[in-house]
T-cell receptor, first 107, second 129 residues
């Protein structure tokens, strides 16, 4: 199975800050990576697919990059409503696997 | 737009079988281009993908659960279901169903998509006697 490692596991930032989360795959997964946002008590929401494509309706302050084993998720200017846990997910090989999550808090 | 809704018992006894159904509304489960997935989340933990089914009935199960899992589809009811046998307290979790875009499918004009883009709200299942 492909292991996905996210860092940091938690992050505290101020409104307006640029926030970056990284995700590393145990094997080369090309660009077969998605990013999700999960707010407390809610289902995950797809934000980015294929490493860098913004899902329809998702604000442009969210972005993703990377390929191979190293990926980055960025919020260009943190908003209060972005408080959530973020997960990466690979689909290069079955079974799908998720990173352990990054919990984002407001400072 | 497409919506998913999980249903089933919230409490299951140890050693019994957990059974959940996901009802798809606003679209057909038989439309090409989508797999239909089950994912679970243990209390306070991350996401674990259980498996998926295509409307034709083809399935893939996470090897970690494969011996206990069955996912089935009922196209006439626009539903898909999860059965997890021989449950223990370790199966206590929130269970989500999700629509999973087939990255090999042409969604029009050569557009390829991926990711689980529609999710149910989740249902909590507790395993306890």
């Amino acid at each position: 199975d492909i292991q996905m490692t996210q860092s940091p596991s938690s992050l505290s930032a101020s409104v307006g800050d640029r926030v970056t989360i990284t995700c590393q795959a145990s094997h080369d997964i090309s660009n077969y990576l998605n990013w999700y946002q999960q707010k407390p008590g809610k289902a995950p929401k797809l934000l980015i697919y294929d490493a860098s494509n913004l899902e329809t309706g998702v604000p442009s302050r969210f972005s993703g990059s990377g390929s191979g084993t190293d990926f980055t998720f960025t919020i260009s200017s943190l908003q209060a409503e972005d408080i959530a846990t973020y997960y990466c997910q690979q689909y290069d090989d079955l079974p799908y696997s998720f990173g352990q999550g990054t919990k984002l808090e407001i400072k | 737009q497409v919506q998913l809704q999980e249903s089933g018992p919230g409490l299951v006894k140890p050693s019994q079988t957990l059974s959940l159904t996901c009802t798809v509304s606003g679209g057909s489960i038989s439309s090409g281009g989508y797999y239909w997935s089950w994912i679970r989340q243990h209390p306070g933990k991350g996401l674990e993908w259980i498996g998926y089914i295509y409307y034709s009935g083809s399935t893939y199960y996470n090897p970690s659960l494969k011996s206990r899992v069955t996912i089935s589809v009922d196209t006439s009811k626009n539903q898909f279901s999860l059965r997890l046998g021989s449950v223990t307290a370790a199966d206590t979790a929130v269970y989500f169903c999700a629509r999973d875009r087939d990255p090999e499918y042409n969604f029009g004009s050569g557009k390829k998509l991926s990711g689980m883009d529609v999710w149910g709200q989740g249902t909590t299942v507790t395993v306890s006697s």
